[in-house]
């Protein structure tokens, strides 16, 4: 690696940056007009080498538009956008060399070939070194529970045994730079855990920085110190966490079935919101941990089961907007 390209202390540089769509629309029976959609409104941010941000928001908000303006699918509209120092539009063959992408909904893998297939194709194409594709491929399989599946064609994969056939497709050349849109979407509890622990990993272990977009927030709270919150192409919190359901005031539910029926549970941590009859929803702030709460519970009343339900994002950044109707 250059020393000119390679240590930026921001690896990923956003400033003011656009991307304006034109749709036309009818306006009359046999009239269209043009209207333009801001799909990305003047965005500004940073992201230092080797570190694990979450880049959330509601569906529609830009976030898929943001990632394909940092690989150089599309350009801006405006501002200025770099990647390594590397502008993504204006070299993005060279750049793909140091990126990875997963995205959730769409596979980078061959449909009708044996996942080991893709990932020999993968090796040809980045021209990655035998030794070290054979490596990290080791690696993947073993991590990622993938020995089983290299036989089998992409297109007979469960949705969640394809989404870490991607995972392992995007990490075979050593990217800098990971970005994934949606990576836990349809997976099970353990593949998840399996997931998460893989890319805790890979942060730690090789510095690999990662750009996490995902409507599931227990990824979010167990991988990212950082999260981002963009809404109709606006940032609109940036920092831990915490502090955004601070923001928000934001609640969890914690969902619990009681031995029998009994009248609402009193804590001082928490607030009954539902009884319906063994089962009973308490709210708690979600900036708080469940375990003081969980514990209390057990000391007080017969349970049976419990689950805690995270808050949901779109509501999150309502109250948000609520809070600041300027903006």
């Known amino acids: 690696m250059d020393l000119a390209e390679g240590d930026f202390m921001d ?43 979450g880049y959330i928001g509601p569906n529609g908000a830009g ?26 539009s204006r070299e993005r063959t060279r750049l793909a060399k140091r990126i990875g992408v997963v995205f959730g909904q769409r596979t ?6 044996p996942l080991k297939d893709s990932y020999r194709l993968v090796h040809r194409m980045y021209r990655i070194p035998d030794k070290r594709f054979r490596e990290n491929l080791d690696r993947c399989v073993e991590l990622l529970d993938l020995a089983e599946l290299l036989e089998v064609p992409v297109r007979q994969l469960s949705l969640g045994q394809r989404m870490r056939g991607d995972i392992a497709a995007a990490l075979l050349h050593d990217p ?17 855990a399996k997931v998460r622990d893989f890319l805790r990993d890979l942060n730690t272990e090789r510095a690999t920085t990662v750009l996490l977009t995902t409507h599931d927030l227990t990824d979010i709270e167990q991988l990212c110190k950082r999260v981002m919150v963009i809404d109709h192409g606006r940032l609109m919190y940036d920092g831990a966490l915490a502090g955004l359901h601070e923001v928000g005031e934001s609640e969890r539910t914690l969902v619990v079935d009681l031995e029998c029926e009994l009248p609402p549970i009193v804590l001082d941590s928490a607030r009954t919101v539902k009884v319906e009859g063994p089962r ?4 708690f702030p979600a900036s708080q941990s469940a375990a003081p709460l969980v514990a209390a519970l057990a000391d007080a009343y017969p349970l049976v089961d419990l689950s805690v339900r995270e808050p949901d994002i779109e509501a999150v950044i309502a109250k948000m907007y609520a809070e600041r109707p300027g903006m």
Do not use: C, N
Request: aromatic residues 8%; hydrophobic residues 40%; charged residues 30%.
């Open 11 to 53: 690896f990923i540089e956003l400033d003011d940056v656009e991307k304006v769509f034109d749709v036309r629309r009818k306006t009359g029976r046999l009239r269209r007009g043009k209207h333009q959609v801001r799909a990305v409104d003047g965005i500004s941010f940073r992201v230092a080498r080797g570190e694990m941000v």
């Open 63 to 88: 976030k898929s538009t943001t990632i394909k303006m940092l690989t150089g699918i599309l350009t801006p509209s405006g501002g200025r956008l770099r990647v390594a120092g590397i502008d993504p």
């Open 108 to 113: 980078t893998l061959w449909w009708d070939l």
């Open 176 to 192: 800098e730079v990971l970005y994934l849109d949606e990576p836990t979407i349809g997976l099970d509890v353990i593949s998840k």
């Open 280 to 283: 009973q929803w308490l709210a």
